[in-house]
């Protein structure tokens, strides 16, 4: 690590603990301390450090569209889009991406991806990756943690579980083991209206792919690999992949770990497969040339994003701050 970088940690920390601005700590949350960060003299030392760098965007569904517009546009004026294409030829080259690359990424294979992303993505030549949860294509079965929102939000206990909100429930579900949650899943459902969510079908993967979205393997059910037994890694790994490559025509060839979390055991698998990239969900910005194919970092981002938070995001800003306030 150079002085420089070394210098601007520790200025980073000495700024946090010190409230620097009265922003940064506590700020970062509100739209005020937002712009300071975007404003602040550490802004222009990593933006200027992110020209080197390949900036991962990782998104969800599109929930504003006139903001994912904005931010397109943003990427239009100050950074060069590329698509997955691009990153796969640079790594089988072992040849650095262009200044500035920006990939962008979409999680799930929400439907707004397709109604409100692609057309805004097309309308700007700019491509995409969409990474699908197989096992719900084509069909009226939600995500199992738009279900959780909505039964807890209706009023849905388990006995013998404190109460939670339906975020506390979804951290408590994605940090117990695989059948622990599927069991408390299906207690949460007892006695409950089935929530009927309308998915991606087939050939909507087709209109996606045809307009610049490229569409692959986010696994069969979107579990938390690391929380599952050997099988179910198997399984959500490989019976996924034969799943996609029928619908496809063509086997999937990269792959974003579901909620983030690397497993050994998937990554093996992915590599026996022929994978040629897997992404995480870190929050960091990294090099231009990946270290490691199956563990691409990505940013966090939301099509909601503010243009001041936008910013910091893309620079690395943001992430660095995040990270030394202890934020994973």
């Not at 640079?90 to 650095?96: E, H, N, P, Q, T």
């Not at 707004?112 to 992303?117: A, M, Q, R």
């Not at 897997?278 to 910005?285: M, N, S």
Request: hydrophobic share 40%; with cysteine.
């Amino acid at each position: 690590m150079g002085a420089s970088m070394s210098g601007m940690k520790s200025g980073l920390r000495s700024g946090v603990r010190s409230g620097w601005r009265s922003g940064l700590r506590s700020g970062l949350t509100r739209a005020g301390g937002d712009a300071l960060l975007r404003r602040s003299p550490a802004q222009v030392w990593f933006a200027r450090r992110a020209r080197v760098r390949l900036a991962v965007l990782g998104y969800h569904g599109i929930s504003d569209p006139q903001r994912f517009a904005d931010q397109l546009d943003r990427l239009r004026r100050t950074a060069r889009p590329v698509s997955l294409d691009d990153v796969e030829d640079a790594i089988a080259r072992r040849r650095a991406l262009p200044e500035r690359a920006v990939l962008l990424t979409f999680d799930d294979g929400e439907r707004s991806i397709l109604e409100h992303g692609l057309p805004l993505l097309k309308e700007r030549g700019i491509p995409g990756v969409a990474y699908v949860v197989a096992s719900v294509l084509g069909t009226d079965t939600p995500f199992w943690w738009h279900e959780v929102e909505h039964h807890v939000f209706a009023g849905a206990r388990v006995a013998g579980e404190p109460e939670r909100t339906a975020s506390g429930w979804l951290g408590h579900l994605k940090s117990i083991p695989h059948r622990e949650r599927l069991a408390l899943l299906a207690r949460l459902r007892e006695g409950r209206k089935p929530l009927l969510t309308p998915q991606l079908t087939a050939a909507e993967l087709g209109v996606l792919e045809s307009g610049g979205v490229r569409v692959e393997h986010h696994s069969l059910t979107h579990p938390l690999l690391d929380r599952c037994p050997d099988d179910v890694v198997r399984a959500e790994i490989v019976d996924a992949h034969e799943r996609l490559t029928a619908v496809l025509g063509r086997a999937p060839r990269s792959f974003a770990y579901p909620n983030g979390n690397w497993d050994a055991r998937a990554e093996q698998l992915l590599t026996d497969l022929d994978y040629r990239t897997a992404f995480l969900f870190d929050h960091r910005l990294g090099p231009r040339l990946p270290e490691h194919p199956l563990r691409i970092s990505r940013l966090r981002v939301g099509s909601n994003t503010g243009p001041d938070r936008f910013a910091t995001i893309v620079s690395g800003l943001h992430p660095a701050v995040h990270a030394l306030r202890g934020g994973r």
